[in-house]
């Protein structure tokens, strides 16, 4: 069985206001093409289908046209389950259409595949349960067993979990939900089926980038790789936007990306669809087929001044990329300089300058004396961005900060009850069960290891 693995096409996003979808529809053509090209029996599509909850009507009749392409072609299925940027029941309003072309889509955890008869010749669901789905494909001689996991937030899931107070307890305890979940599900695998795995969820280990929304603050809806069944011959996963394969998995477990960069920080990034050659008993093999499809992002870094942004534009340099420009300047650019700069690249997005007296300024230790965090991260965002900071992001850094103060403040205080303690000698360790004493009669704390013990 030929497996076609992708995510995150994010249809209807734009870059500053500029819109993708010309690009995005590119992306269709090529991944068609490949589809067609391999001669693919099964196409993943592991969420983030749209960008918003309530996508354009260009960007969802652009997914319509991708499913009609893809979907029934000689008995190939489509099976395609919602992210955290998609609105499940809207995602598979069309399912009375979609199966009958061999199109399942799948907003919950949980859904069940048989929800819908698949009336397309050549494609039939043989067995199915909330999370699973055995695919029968008359092209193949083996059926597929595919646990399915669209984005499993806690209101998806239908369990609250947030009310554990520590990060720690609430991110174990995400965790392991979601491998209890998989764990029950991979009964299903037997040893002569194709056992696949599909989920939009964030993996321990992954890297990022900032085109991904955080599915959580500070990383409490993430899962350890260790929860992926080992019978797995492959898991498509998505969610983050850069191709890469989660070593620490217990099986072959890969993100494909976005097909497109979507922000400058995947400036140079590798944009690739996987394809999965598997069989029951036996190693899957995998390859990624690297994409050259939509603009390149590039950032420039006119350390010379705007004489050398001008000189660049005027050689053509990147003609056909969108470009982040950082200037090095003594001055405010004037609106002409701006307006020039565009005329000569109309792919340059953004015109950063930093100014030298700024940059001096806010590195200075005189201007830091005397100010508090918040203002100096301010300067320092804006000096780096050349833009005002968001007020969400400054909300969370101070959230962070607050964090770090209640730490801070809980240990002095217990620093301080140590050593009042130490000098009225009231206690002597006997009753704190967290409490040991040392060879030299000192305090030594339960979870600290001596060097000569480790």
């Known amino acids: 069985m030929r497996i076609l693995h992708t995510s995150d096409w994010h249809l209807g996003r734009s870059l500053e206001h500029i819109s993708r979808l010309g690009e995005q529809r590119e992306f269709i053509d090529c991944l068609v093409k490949i ?3 391999e001669d693919v029996d099964l196409v993943l599509i592991a969420g983030d289908v749209y960008d918003t909850y309530n ?10 046209e991708a499913m009609d392409r893809l979907g029934g072609k000689a008995g190939r299925a489509v099976i395609v389950i919602a992210g955290n940027h998609d609105n499940p029941d809207r995602l598979c309003a069309a399912s009375p259409l979609a199966y009958k072309n061999g199109i399942i889509l799948l907003g919950y955890p949980g859904s069940d595949a048989a929800e819908y008869e698949v009336s397309a010749e050549g494609i039939s669901i043989a067995d199915s349960g909330p999370g699973w789905l055995e695919l029968s494909l008359t092209r193949c001689e083996q059926n597929a067993v595919i646990i399915t996991m669209p984005f499993p937030s806690e209101s998806r899931l239908e369990e609250l979990l947030s009310e554990k107070a520590d990060e720690a307890e609430l991110q174990n305890a995400y965790s392991e939900k979601v491998g209890s979940i998989f764990d029950a599900l991979s009964e299903k695998f037997r040893n002569d089926t194709v ?4 989920a939009h969820l964030f993996l321990l280990g992954g890297s990022t ?11 409490a809806m993430t899962v350890d790789p260790a929860v992926l069944p080992e019978k797995t011959h492959y898991a ?6 850069r191709p ?4 620490s998995a217990a099986c072959p477990a890969f993100y494909a990306g976005s097909p497109l960069a979507y922000s400058f920080s995947e400036a140079g990034y590798s944009k690739a669809v996987y394809l999965v050659d598997a069989l029951p008993g036996e190693k899957a093999e995998v390859r990624p087929v690297y994409l050259d499809c939509g603009k390149p ?5 006119a350390d010379k001044g705007i004489q050398q942004a001008l000189e660049w534009c005027e050689e053509g340099r990147d003609p056909n990329a969108w470009i982040d420009l950082e200037i090095l300047t003594e001055r405010v650019l004037t609106a002409d300089e701006h307006r020039t700069i565009r005329n000569l690249h109309p792919g340059i997005i953004n015109i950063r300058p930093r100014i030298r007296s700024e940059e001096a300024e806010v590195m200075s230790p005189e201007s830091r004396e005397g100010r508090k965090t918040d203002e100096l991260f301010r300067d320092y965002y804006k000096y780096r961005m050349g833009v005002d900071i968001p007020d969400e ?3 969370a850094f101070l959230e962070l900060l607050n964090d770090d103060s209640e730490r801070d403040d809980a240990d002095n205080a217990k620093d301080k009850t140590r050593d009042n303690d130490a000098k009225t000698g009231t206690v002597e360790n006997a009753g704190d069960p967290g409490i040991a004493k040392g060879p030299d009669g000192s305090d030594k704390y339960e979870g600290e290891v001596d060097p000569d013990e480790a």
């Open 236 to 241: 498509a996963l998505g969610h983050l936007h």
């Open 209 to 219: 980038s900032d085109s991904e929304r955080t599915l959580q603050v500070g990383g």
């Open 244 to 247: 890469q394969q989660i070593r």
């Open 35 to 37: 589809a067609d090209e």
């Open 195 to 198: 056992n696949l795995i599909t």
């Open 55 to 64: 996508p354009s009507a260009a960007a969802e009749e652009l997914f319509f």
């Open 297 to 301: 992002l590039k950032k420039w870094y």
């Open 393 to 395: 992001l400054m909300e």
